[in-house]
């Protein structure tokens, strides 16, 4: 059967919009190219014109200038319609890439739906409630607990704070009047000066003074000799 009917081409992926947009670009730089060289010609046939006197020759000049124009507006309408093309192939781009994002974002929703789900089936409101109102209760028993193991024994409820404060003064004045009757042969020994109480004369201060007549002495002890001046 292959033989007869032949067999199946097989086909070629369809181009992608980045393929289709890079293939436009391409012919965009091509004409670009074209449209900058007939500028070069126009700018030439230009200053030819203002060379030539008017006449045949500039004239001639004329006629190949207006032929370069007309291919330059026409260039100039294709590379439009390529911008244009581009432009299009540019949104349709954006808006695939928009519903590849929300088709992710809606894989990974749909994800967290199901596993937020499955948590939920174990914990429920009811349980909270329940847990909440337990720990309350537990909260107010321990308070109970604290208050009770800080009660005082044997501290009757009726007391009377001007009584205790009474008792405090009373307190205070027994302390007084112990520390002023305790006998003088208990109490500490105040320091005397001795030094007055002797009436000593103070040292004497500074170097002794030498007597005028007094002969000098060596390091021996020995009395010096005196240098006997040399005349001349």
């Known amino acids: 059967m292959k033989k007869i009917f032949g067999a199946k081409k097989s086909q070629d992926p369809p181009p ?29 046939y230009k200053e030819q014109i203002k060379k030539t006197r008017p006449g045949p020759a500039q004239e001639a000049v004329k006629a190949r200038a207006m032929r370069i124009l007309k291919q ?3 260039y100039e309408g294709q590379r439009d319609m390529l911008y244009n093309q581009t432009y299009n192939l540019d949104q349709v781009a954006f808006a695939s890439e928009g519903i590849k994002d929300a088709q992710q974002t809606m894989t990974a929703m749909k994800a967290a739906n199901k596993e937020l789900k499955g948590m939920m089936k174990t914990v429920r409101i009811e349980d909270v409630d ?3 109102d337990e720990m309350m209760d537990l909260m107010d028993v321990s308070n109970e607990i604290q208050e009770t193991l800080g009660r005082s024994y044997n501290v009757p409820d ?5 009584e205790l404060m009474g008792e405090l003064d009373a307190l205070e004045a027994d302390m007084d009047f112990e520390s002023n009757s305790v006998p003088s042969y208990l109490q500490p020994d105040k320091e005397t000066d001795l030094d007055s109480e002797l009436n000593l004369p103070a040292a004497p201060s500074g170097h002794a003074a030498i007597p005028a007549n007094r002969q ?8 010096t000799v005196p240098h006997a001046s040399i005349r001349t």
């Not at 000098?216 to 009395?223: C, F, V």
């Open 16 to 44: 992608s919009i980045q393929d289709a947009t890079d293939r436009i670009y391409k012919r965009g730089d091509t004409v670009d190219e074209k449209i900058k060289k007939l500028d070069a010609e126009l700018a030439r």
């Open 158 to 162: 009726d007391i009377d704070e001007e």
């Open 72 to 74: 330059r507006k026409m």
């Open 130 to 132: 329940s847990m909440q």
């Open 216 to 223: 000098q002495e060596d390091e021996l002890g020995l009395p």
